[in-house]
């Protein structure tokens, strides 16, 4: 049976910008909810946000899992399998 590679690309992160999305901080843009990529840390916003910086790291970059970085959430989510992981 074949596995999912995926979640073998999830390393231990530290959120770059703790404070919020990386790209909409330097912008002065508003978010909806954050995703903290969990391959090296980027600290998105989500595509419920105007300018979806979560996704288009994930695409641009090639991390394809995000986990919430909302309080109390810990979900994850693969940009790939468009699926919870």
């Given at each position: 049976m074949e596995t999912d590679p995926h979640p073998d690309m999830v390393r231990p992160v530290s959120p770059n910008t703790?404070?919020?999305c990386e790209e909409c901080l330097r912008l002065g843009?508003?978010?909806v909810?954050?995703?903290l990529c969990l391959s090296c840390g980027h600290v998105g916003?989500?595509?419920s946000?105007?300018?979806r910086h979560a996704?288009?790291?994930a695409e641009t970059e090639g991390h394809p899992i995000v986990q919430s970085f909302e309080p109390g959430e810990?979900?994850?989510w693969c940009y790939i399998d468009q699926a919870m992981v």
């Open positions: 703790p404070q919020g843009s508003p978010w909810h954050l995703r916003c989500c595509d946000s105007p300018l996704s288009g790291h810990d979900r994850r």
